[in-house]
């Protein structure tokens, strides 16, 4: 019988497709949600689980925002106010 070390991680990260993250991307018109610069995917934009995987978060577009590398790397798995935070995602998604 074949041994299955089929644990499910914590941590693991969904692979989104591209028009899956356009979409994410178009709920802060194309812009990181908290600096607001013009993000591109596949050139530095990425997905963030808005609350983490790893504290609860779930693989859901009201879960999901787009933010630059910089801003994903500075929000790292902490949740922040989204009032301060999200400041650019667009009034109809705020609703996290
Ligand atoms: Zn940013």
Redesign the pocket.
Same mark, same amino acid.
């Given at each position: 019988m074949e041994k299955k070390p089929d644990r499910c991680k914590v941590n693991e990260r969904e692979q989104f497709s591209y028009e899956y993250k356009q979409k994410i991307l178009a709920k802060s018109d194309d812009r &990181? &949600?908290? &600096?607001?610069?013009k993000?591109y995917i596949g050139y530095g934009a990425t997905v963030d689980h808005y609350v983490p995987i790893s504290k609860g978060g779930i693989n859901d577009d009201c879960n999901l925002v787009m933010? %630059?590398e910089? %801003?994903n790397k500075e929000k790292d798995d902490l949740i922040i106010d989204p009032d301060n935070y999200l400041v650019y995602l667009k009034e109809p998604y705020i609703s996290i």
């Open positions: &990181c &949600c908290h &600096c607001g610069r993000a933010l %630059c910089t %801003c």
